[in-house]
């Protein structure tokens, strides 16, 4: 980090409606002297409520951000209706908003990274502005994610557009407009060089996490726990993570799932409740290290996604994890080292890892160390953007 303190040879700009990895990146460059202008929908020291949508340890000068609340509430609260939503999807509309809003918001800068799907308007005019143009995609190609997901709402006989056409046709214009794509897998990377995107044009970095957060905390009790923590959704594969720890039937055991459950999966959850699955519901960052630190293992069966940042997070409380191939999470948990790296929809191979950390405390404890010490050397927020600070640095002085 110290090369690149309190210098200013890099002007960079974010664009991004939520918040993702935004927050963190963009304190990371501010305080590097490298953030020109944050441009999202919420920031503020002083709203209980905007506080309340961002860790408390990310501090951005504030005269370095342009907020418009205006696109969040279509995209995050009217959208988020039932009712609303049955009569037109907001959502797209809500990205439309922001881009257009966002685009008219930039400045001159070396760098403008957007968030993708609300980014195309935003990149045409950074292009014009001088700018290099980097479309941020957390996920998987937009077309391999619409196709995995419409299959396995197939495979479950649930008919639900998860993927909004309008947005697939924006994106692909995205990656196509962009200078550079960034994704934070291998996994993902590899769906873009396979879709036809130039594999130069592709950066890939690992998510980091917030190290002075998310530390093991003392377990309270003796009750073995699995945990999962993010969207309760086909998406993520807890169909198969509830089959799989209801036919293992471990003794004084409990599955806990933290987060808001989507609706591809009320029904099923309700057709397979149990006493020792717990809906934890959606909790602030602040409480999220007491959670994992009551649990034994970390469980993210997902079917499509770039890297979770709530595997770095697990794995920095002392948690083993269970991870599929699709996750991405394998460029961060080494298997058979920090946690087990599965395939996609395979009950049987979550019920076999599970049960031998169950049976094998000693593993499981060497596992929970090795995880821990691993997101301590090189997976801070810091290393994430020392990385991708240098690659700006050579995308800006290549020759």
Known sequence: MGKYK???SMKVIISCLSKFWAFQFAQQLDKR???HKLITTYYSKKSKFFRSLRNDAEEISLNKV??????????HGIN??????????WNFYALEMFDNWASNNLDTADIVIAW??????TIRKA?????KTIVERGSTHIQFQKKILEEECGMHNIKINLVDERIVQKELLEYGECDYIITPSRFSAQTYIDYGIDSKKIIQ???????ELFKQLPKEDKIFRVIYCGGISLRKGIQYLIKAFKQLKIPKSELWLVGNISQDMSCFLKNNSAENIVLKGKQPQSSLPWFYSQCDVFCIPSIEEGLPMVIPQAMACGLPVICTINSGGGD?????????IIPIRDIEVIKEKLLFLYENLEEREIMSDSARKRIENGYSWDDFANKVISIFFTILYQK
């Open 66 to 75: 342009s907020t418009n609340i205006i696109p969040a509430l279509f995209s």
């Open 33 to 35: 002297g490298y953030l």
């Open 80 to 89: 988020r209706i039932p009712f609303i939503r049955s009569i037109y999807n």
């Open 205 to 211: 970095v690992p998510f980091g996490t917030n190290l």
């Open 332 to 340: 961060i948990v080494r298997d058979g080292q920090d946690g087990f």
């Open 6 to 8: 309190n210098t200013s």
């Open 127 to 131: 292009k014009s502005l001088g700018a």
């Open 116 to 121: 993708s799907a609300c980014a195309l308007n």
